[in-house]
């Protein structure tokens, strides 16, 4: 089973940028798609974004398309979001997430390993 491991979080400013890894180990790493959910304070968990074992493939949640993008370098077993135009609204805990299905899995039910979270804090 693979151990995913989240890095990259901080405190922005509104309309800033910032980028958060997921590094992953176990099994071979491209034998999973990878996903990345948040949850902020009080407030379910959501979709953010996910790519699929090849990196062909990206799908988004309609709160982040066109500022979010996710990628994958399989050399490194590394997974990033590349967060723009950040808002106040993004503030939450960023999960990565692997998944094994043959198809590429936006919800979090389809995911079997999940990392410990970082924080990622806007400030407006």
């Known amino acids: 089973q693979a151990q995913l491991a989240e890095s990259g979080g901080g405190l922005v400013q509104a309309g800033d940028s910032l980028r958060v890894s997921c590094a992953v180990s176990?099994?071979?790493?491209?034998?999973?798609?990878i996903g990345w959910f948040r949850q902020a304070p009080g407030k379910e968990r959501e979709f953010v974004a996910a790519?699929?074992?090849?990196?062909?493939?990206?799908r988004y949640a309609d709160s982040v398309k066109a500022r979010f993008t996710i990628s994958r370098d399989n050399a490194k077993n590394t997974v990033y979001l590349q967060m723009n135009s950040l808002k106040p609204e993004d503030t939450a805990v960023y999960y990565c997430?692997?998944?094994?299905?043959?198809?590429?899995?936006?919800?979090?039910?389809?995911?079997?390993?999940w990392g410990q979270g970082t924080h990622v804090t806007v400030s407006s």
């Open positions: 790519i699929s074992r090849s990196g062909g493939s990206a």
């Open positions: 997430a692997a998944s094994s299905r043959a198809y590429l899995a936006t919800s979090g039910e389809q995911f079997d390993s």
């Open positions: 176990g099994p071979t790493f491209n034998t999973y798609s």
